[in-house]
């Protein structure tokens, strides 16, 4: 089946009435998933497993598929409000997103992330439809030393541009990998740092320091000033409040680069959002103009990491219905549901099953501009949270900050690490330590350390393996680029000293 | 004269043993919660809300079956939470071999599955030994042959260094001599990705999720890890039909209760066992995912759990990880 052919069946099969209601309650659910920090999509997708048992497959699919690209809409909402990541991947969108609220703006940044999240996932979807094979075998070629460099690159591209002192930025970096590292020792089994505590065995989850470091953090700091904050302005009327033709302009580059960036990380069965959303944001930096402003409240800041985390989904379902390879929690339950259906997700599974691959797709198109038409009128709402005096938000934020933690994990040493982490993050404010690097660290140590010494023992404990493959080598020399950037520029600063005298 | 039936049931309520009435004298009152050791979309977590609705469809209970996720530490929350939870009757739990093997090796995981109440096992689930399709080995004796020849060259992923694939690895090992790498990778999906990437040589997968590779024509079967051969792999040997005789290592899943509860809840939950297994929604999901009716009763599963820990403990230490108890 050819792919217009294929797409026009389809959109036969997503636009029959109840294939339709199903799209819409996917991504509705999504979108307050998403909107909710801690619940996130595989939790939810599980909860309603049951109830797709006597739906059709394909309504079934479309609605689960849903609430998965839906959520990455709603994650960024308490991210750009109340500096607490609804989900992983809206991790990053913090760090202009809330500064952006802070300056007035929360709609324009609320708005910017729907719009980067739909034009981004559209791509996705693209993508997903037009190479999915060929980039299914591509990304095979991806084993451990890739995945090693291509961290490294990630790693690279925010720390180094993170903060005014880089010294402060690599000891944030290295503290997240330390905690990283807290746990099972996934090798060779042994426990690390848990200091007898049971609950610290399986690690330290990256959704509760980044809330405690960014949310309880950015609370503690500013109850500090005593004298009666001011409320923040919020500009009325919808034209004021949603993006200008200006920060379209603006974000450009960033839709590119969070929709390519999103979409081929996503591909790569040990990708993942969370790194998709870090890469692009580190991309976004380091190619613009304005990259000192980053982390003030830069629109593109918003753009890139938003975007990125919605073409991720059509990424990451490329392994899944290509080969039947989930990368990730979310499509690895998907997976589970396609099998208790009575499907064998495979190498086989497009070509057996056309309705159900091409009824996804077109869904996938639908959903996104149901999406987009569900929250931009949403905007002038949310922002309105903002309006709320201090000694209501703040509550606010420690509230959503603790349900979202418990909701996640269930457990009240959680809770525990939640305020230790707050206080942490409040301590790193108040000395001017950088946070990103912090989380950046935690975020991508552990796949980091797997993924090195997976290396080592494929090349029996010898360090070549990581410049021997040729995409392993152009990505630790591009990461190696990077960080000789600002060295260029103090060579330029010099050289132009140097002439001048 | 009268009086005598009566007090045989009060009797029998008190705890002394009769069977049938024992059965007859418990019955889940409220929603019982079935605790599982993974995050929502886990192995067990699967299991468990399948098996939740097939207890409503196929009316198993009296009440709703809800499903409680504690993940952490390898099992080793969960099985905490149930330790907790004594002489409660309505929280029940899922067990796998995961949670038999991490009290062996932590410290931390102070609760093992003796200290637990056993019911019942369920499922065994059987695994193939695949290679890449266009790999040279068209035997397993053919792989162990390569690795001999290039000891520590050739490579294996798999799970963790505890899971039944590096067991497997193990016992092929000691009883062949020849030397290869497990390569642990966390995701079931990466595993079989560096497979059919090309960047390990050989693993130990299930049977459902090798199916569609093998019929694509990415993967081939070399052995199967079963004692007797599977309906869908009729032509490949079993690792004793190809010549290495090692034990066979089960991955079994089942179920467990909190400690101190009575007699009668425990044959009440035996019975649901046993009883849910002969339903035909089970028997298809058991087929479905080419698993075994692995059914055992709580007095034998008390037994294997005896001979699967002392066996895994030997299996670890030849392995050089360190055992803790």
Redesign the interface.
């Given at each position: 089946m050819d792919i217009v052919t294929g797409l026009l069946h389809g959109f036969a099969v997503a636009l029959a009435p109840a294939n339709l209601l199903w799209c819409f309650v996917g991504v509705f659910l999504g979108t307050v998933v998403g909107v909710l920090p801690g619940l996130g999509p595989?939790?939810t997708?599980?909860?309603l497993?049951?109830l797709t048992?006597s739906m059709s497959p394909a309504g079934a699919i479309i609605m689960l598929a849903g609430i998965y690209y839906g959520a990455k809409y709603g994650g960024s909402t308490t991210s750009i409000l109340l500096n607490v990541p609804g989900e992983s991947a809206s991790v990053v969108t913090c760090i202009d997103g809330y500064q952006m609220a802070r300056k007035g703006r929360p709609g324009a940044a609320l708005g910017i992330a729907a719009i980067a999240s739909f034009v981004a996932g559209t791509v996705g979807v693209v993508g997903l439809m037009l190479v999915a094979p060929p980039l299914a075998r591509f990304?095979?070629?991806?084993?451990?030393p890739e995945y090693f460099a291509l961290m490294s690159l990630g790693l690279a591209l925010v720390v180094l541009l993170a903060g005014r002192s880089m010294l402060k930025a690599l000891v944030a970096a290295l503290a997240g990998l330390w905690i990283a590292t807290v746990g099972?020792d996934?090798?060779?089994?042994?426990?690390r740092f848990?200091f007898?505590?049971?609950?610290?065995?399986?690690g330290i989850d990256f959704i509760v320091v980044a809330i405690g470091v960014f949310a309880l953090g950015e609370v503690l700091a500013n109850m500090e000033a005593r004298e009666d904050a001011p409320l923040l302005e919020v500009p009325r009327g919808l034209r004021n409040l949603l993006p200008t033709w200006q920060d379209l302009k603006d974000c450009r580059f960033a839709f590119i680069n969070g929709s390519v960036v999103g979409f081929l990380v996503g591909t790569l069965?040990?990708g993942g959002s969370t790194i998709a959303s870090f890469l692009s944001y580190g991309l976004e930096k380091a190619v613009s103009r304005r990259r000192d402003q980053f982390g003030t409240g830069v629109i593109e800041g918003v753009a890139a990491p938003e975007g990125a985390n919605n073409s991720e989904t059509g990424g990451a379902l490329v392994?899944l219905l290509t080969?039947?390879?989930?990368?990730s929690?979310?499509?690895?339950?998907l997976l589970?549901a396609l099998?208790?259906w009575?499907f064998?997700?495979?190498?086989?599974?497009i070509p057996e099953h056309p309705d159900l691959f091409w009824g996804l797709v077109a869904s996938m198109y639908i959903g996104n501009v149901m999406l987009l038409v569900l929250n931009l009128p949403l905007v002038p709402l949310f922002a309105q949270v903002l309006r709320l005096p201090v000694y209501v938000l703040y509550p606010l934020i420690l509230g959503v900050s603790m349900v979202g933690v418990y909701s996640a994990?269930?457990?009240l040493f959680d809770l525990g690490l939640l305020l230790a982490f707050g206080l942490l993050g409040y301590a790193m404010r108040k000395l001017d330590y950088p946070a990103a690097p912090l989380i950046l660290g935690l975020a991508l140590g552990a796949g980091m350390e797997?993924a090195l010494r997976?290396s080592l023992?494929?090349s029996?404990g010898s360090l070549s393996i990581l410049v021997s493959r040729p995409i392993s080598a152009a990505m630790l020399s591009l990461a190696l680029l990077i960080l000789s950037i600002p060295l260029f520029g103090k060579f330029n600063a010099w050289r132009l000293r140097a002439l001048e005298s | 004269m009268k009086l005598r039936y009566p007090l045989i049931l009060l009797a029998a309520m008190a705890g002394l043993p009769h069977p049938a009435a024992v059965a007859q004298a418990f019955k889940p009152a409220r929603p019982v919660e079935l605790v599982v050791h993974t995050?929502?979309?886990g192995g067990s977590?699967?299991l468990a809300?399948?098996l939740?609705?097939m207890a409503e469809r196929e009316k198993l209970l009296p009440v709703r079956m809800v499903v409680v996720?504690?993940?952490?530490?390898?099992s080793?929350?969960a099985a905490?939470y149930l330790a907790e939870k004594r002489g409660d009757p309505n929280t029940i739990g899922l067990f796998t071999g995961v949670w038999l093997q991490t009290p062996l090796?932590?410290?931390?995981?102070?609760v093992t599955l003796r200290d637990l109440t056993p019911i019942a096992r369920l499922v065994l689930e059987p695994a193939v030994i695949a290679v890449k399709a266009d790999a040279p080995y068209k035997t397993l004796a053919d792989f162990i042959d390569a690795a001999k020849k290039r000891p520590?060259?050739l490579?294996q992923s798999g799970s963790?260094?505890?899971s039944r694939d590096n067991v497997v690895r193990q016992l092929l090992q000691k009883s062949t001599g020849a030397r290869w790498?497990?390569?642990?990778?966390?995701?079931?999906?990466?595993r079989?990705?560096?497979l059919?990437?090309?960047?390990?040589d050989i693993m130990v997968i299930e049977p459902?999720?090798a199916?569609?590779?093998i019929?694509?024509g990415?993967m081939r079967v070399l052995a199967q890890v079963s004692e007797h051969r599977l309906p869908a792999f009729p032509d490949v040997p079993t690792l004793r039909e190809a010549g290495f005789d090692v034990p066979v290592v089960p991955q079994v899943r089942g179920m467990v209760a909190p400690p101190g509860i009575p007699a009668a809840n425990v044959a009440y939950w035996e019975d649901f066992c046993r009883r849910l297994t002969r339903t035909a929604s089970w028997k298809k999901y058991i087929a479905?995912?080419q698993f075994e009716d692995g059914f055992q009763g709580a007095a034998d599963l008390a037994k294997f759990y005896d001979e699967f820990t002392i066996r895994m403990r030997d299996i670890l230490k030849d392995a050089g990880?360190?055992t803790v108890r």
């Open positions: 595989p939790a997708i599980a909860m497993l049951p048992f990304a095979l070629s991806f084993s451990s099972t996934p090798f060779s089994t042994t426990s848990t007898g505590q049971l609950e610290l065995l399986s069965p040990g392994p080969l039947g390879i989930p990368g929690g979310t499509t690895a339950i589970a099998v208790l009575g064998k997700p495979g190498p086989l599974f994990s269930g457990s797997r997976q023992m494929m029996q | 995050g929502p979309g977590d699967v809300r399948a939740a609705i996720n504690k993940p952490g530490g390898n080793a929350v905490a090796v932590s410290t931390e995981a102070k520590g060259a490579k963790s260094s505890t790498v497990f390569i642990s990778f966390p995701g079931g999906g990466e079989i990705a560096a059919i990437g090309g960047h390990v459902e999720e199916g569609e590779h019929r694509a990415n479905d995912n990880v360190k």
